[in-house]
Structures are given as C-alpha cells and as structure tokens.
C-alpha cells in the first residue's frame, strides 16, 4: 500500500503537467487563431520592403526591418549574423521566334544565368519534353541550339510535383551546355496559365562556358510546341543581360524568446527574408517569416522554460544561408531541442511529421490534440529535413520538424511576379501561426528530448 501510494504521488505531478501542457497548449493555439501579428508582420514586410533579392539595396532594408520588427514584438537578443554570398542581378531580357512564324515571348532569366552576346543571339530550337529526353542526347549533338524543355507540372496538394520537376530549372542549363548548346529555356516550373514566367535558380555546368537561361510561360512553352509540331525549323533570338557576383554581404537576423528555466536549450524555427526580384515574396517566403515570428511570439511572450529563436536566414534562392548558419553554429547544435523552417507558401498546414519515434511523448501529444482541429494529421513519416536552410543543422544531428503545407496554389505563384500580398488568406495565415504556435509551446514547456526518442525508437 504504502508502495502503490508512492508510486502514485510519484506520477501525480507529471501526470498534472501533461494535463496543464495540454490545456496551455489548447490556450495557445485559440489566442493564434484569433491573432493578428503574422499578417501585420508580412503586410509590413510586402508593403515597406517588397522584392529583396540577397545583394540588393532592398535586401539591406530589410535587413534593418527585421532587426526593427523583433524588437518591437518583445524580442531577446535581436542581431544580425553576416556571412559573404552569392547574388544574381538581372539586366534587361527579351526574347521572340524570328521564324517560322515570328512572334514575342514572356521570359524571365534564371538566377545564375549568363548574359546573351551584345545583340543577342539567335537559334535553332531543340525541344525535349522530359529531363531525360534531354540527357538522353550525346554530348556535341546541341551544338548551338536553344534547348526547349517543355514538361508541364501537375497540380499536387504536396509539393511532389515540384519535387519532381524542379531539376528541370535546375539542372537543365547545364545539361544543355554539356551538349553544345548556346541557351537553354525551361518551361516555367509552375502550375498557372498565366503568361508570367516563373524564375528560380540553376546551375552552369563545370568546363562548358556558362551560358543564358530563361523560364517561358506556361502559354508561351505551348506555342513553341505547336510551331515544332508544324515540321519546319523554329528559331528564336534571345536577349539576356545580368550580372553575377561571387559575394556579397548577406544577414541572418535573429531574435530570441529567451527560456525562463533552461535558456540554453533552444528551438530554431524560421523562414528566409530574401526573395525573387518579380514579385514582392509574400508566399515565397514573407509567410513563412511572418508565421514563425508571430508564433514564437505567441509561445514564449507569457515564459516558457527553454528559448525559442526565431531565423530571419537571408540568402536562401542561391543557397547560402543555411550552410551559413550551420557552420556558425556547429557547436551549439547539441543543445538545438527541435529545428524547422517555413517555407512552403502560405496554404494551410494539413500534415506534420514529427521527430522519430516522438508521436507517444505527453508533450508532443499536447500538441497533436491542440492541432487536430485544425485538420492537421500526423504522417505515419518522421520528419528527415524540414527546409534547406536548416539542412545543415539537421544532417550535424538536429531533430528536425516539419509541418506539410497545402501546395496546391503555392506554384500558381511561387518566383513569379504575382506573389504578392492579395494572393494571402488571413484565415490560412492564422491557421499556420496556430499549428506552429502550439508546438512551440508544447516544445519549450516540456522536457521532451528529441535525440533520446530518436534513439529508442525501433
Ligand atoms: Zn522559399
């Protein structure tokens, strides 16, 4: 008896608390929900900043926006972390068949493209439907051409289709110019049929000369299939001019919602300020900012015992600054609790996938009985990244957790000059905000340890 009675006041208290967790956490995700400061947060940043690409006078602004706005919303140790990058400035860009049947095209250059010849240059089109239908062609057979590569994206709710596709952007340039020819075009990697290009970046191919590299529209890819499809040569000038510059000052900026009770144990969450220069970065990645910001703020603004730091990561489209930051931090990942970035958009939150072998710890439930309301599920998938630029936190041993957005809008938008602010929907945002908001809280108010689950689990 006197055993039992012990037994039972020992797990009384842990009992209590997962209790309290659970009903604090529930608190949390009500007062996001009904919250206003992630669309004050990317109004603000749309409004004020706008475009800010890594190296341009914008991203400098935005730079000091970000240390002004976690001031003003109760943040700790607010500091900017500077670290060289690479940027890509675009020039003046055009391009039309000149034959069979001229007529202008919608382009826009990709990052690290190179520029065209002064007055352009003009060739013959060789178009190729899949990647490897592409690489499929020995090397010298493209001598000259402008490669065409014209696969259309299909609508997903999960992003695989830009899994899928996203090499075509990426790699395409290089595996035209490995084959001779003289400027590749990729059908924009995007799910809209507007004629507005979507950029990105790409990669030159080592040894060949860098050469230019544009994404077409949607309509714009189809009307050059249907002239191909006519049997005579298709011809296009291209005119691309741009600028590469192998560093520049780029900024993480960072703030804290410093622990009450083991400061020392941090939660990296954030999303990347830097942007494409066509539209303005509201889905891509101003939410992804926004959201986490507010829901660090919503989690740690009434104390919470570990610190909840909030990444502002500053040259994501050219991959610099996850590699940054990792490296800055390499000795402080053993006492990272948890790391994610948002950097899907800004459709709801459907699915998260959680540190392994943590979907039965009190506290991780707290937060799936806060969330599941909101329709979110937990996917029978551990979390393994959970966004490049916590990638190098996550492959030096982070835990990693990631929250699945609904994509099926996102590539309507993303890179492209309608991403901007009216495309957002305030209730979608606070939908994100509570789903990150609960687990912040429940994160940082437990003793859950992450690496520990990860090793028991089977
Ligand atoms: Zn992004």
């Known amino acids: 008896m006197r055993i039992l009675l012990a037994a039972l006041l020992a797990l009384a208290p842990t009992a209590a608390h997962a209790q309290n967790l659970t009903e604090s956490t529930a608190a949390v995700r009500d007062r996001a929900l009904a919250d206003r400061t992630a669309w004050e947060v990317l109004e603000s940043l749309t409004t004020e900043i706008g475009a800010r690409p890594t190296g341009s006078p914008a991203m400098t602004r935005a730079r000091d926006w970000g240390v002004a706005k976690l001031q003003a919303l109760g943040f700790s140790n607010v500091h900017v972390e500077e670290f060289p990058a690479e940027a890509w400035v675009r020039g003046p860009e055009s391009a039309e068949i000149t034959t069979p049947y001229p007529q202008k095209l919608a382009i826009l250059g990709l990052g690290r493209s190179a520029s065209t010849p002064k007055g352009g240059l003009e060739g013959e089109v060789a178009l190729f439907t899949t990647f490897e239908q592409l690489t499929a062609q020995p090397p010298g057979s493209l001598k000259g051409k402008i490669v065409v590569l014209s696969q259309p994206m299909p609508r997903t709710q999960d992003a695989s289709s830009y899994g899928a596709l996203s090499r075509n952007r990426v790699q395409g340039t290089a595996e035209a110019a490995r084959r001779g020819a003289a400027a590749f075009l990729v059908r924009s990697i995007s799910t809209d049929d507007t004629r507005l290009p979507h950029t990105g970046s790409t990669r030159q191919a080592e040894g060949p000369a860098p ?144 540190p392994k072998g943590s979907a039965g710890h009190p506290s991780v439930q707290a937060f799936v009985q806060a969330v599941a309301p909101l329709k979110v599920i937990v996917s029978r998938e551990p979390a393994k990244g959970a966004g490049s630029d916590v990638a190098g936190l996550v492959a030096a041993g982070a835990p990693a957790v990631g929250f699945s957005q609904d994509t099926s809008r996102y590539f309507d938008l993303h890179h492209s000059a309608d991403d901007t602010l009216d495309k957002v929907d305030p209730a979608d945002l606070a939908q994100m905000t509570a789903v990150w908001a609960s687990f912040l809280h429940a994160a940082a108010n437990s003793d859950v340890d992450f690496r520990a689950l990860a090793a028991a689990a089977p």
Do not use: F
């Open 211 to 354: 050469i230019p590299a544009a994404a077409l529209s949607p309509p714009d890819a189809e009307l050059i299939e249907r002239m191909v499809a006519r049997g005579s040569p298709v011809r296009i000038r291209l005119n691309l001019a741009s600028q590469s510059l192998a560093k520049v000052p780029a900024w993480n900026v960072v703030g804290e919602m410093v622990g009450s009770e083991r400061p020392d144990e941090v939660i990296v969450v954030g999303g990347h300020l830097d942007s494409w220069d066509a539209g303005t970065g509201a889905v891509d990645d101003g939410a992804g900012v926004a959201v986490t910001t507010a829901a660090a703020k919503l989690a740690g603004q009434r104390g919470a015992r570990r610190t909840i730091r909030v990444v502002m990561w500053g040259a994501e489209e050219l991959d610099d600054s996850g590699e940054a930051y990792a490296a800055a931090h390499k000795d402080e990942v053993g006492k990272m609790v948890v790391v994610s970035e948002s950097d899907a958009g800004s459709g709801r939150i459907w699915s998260v996938r959680l």
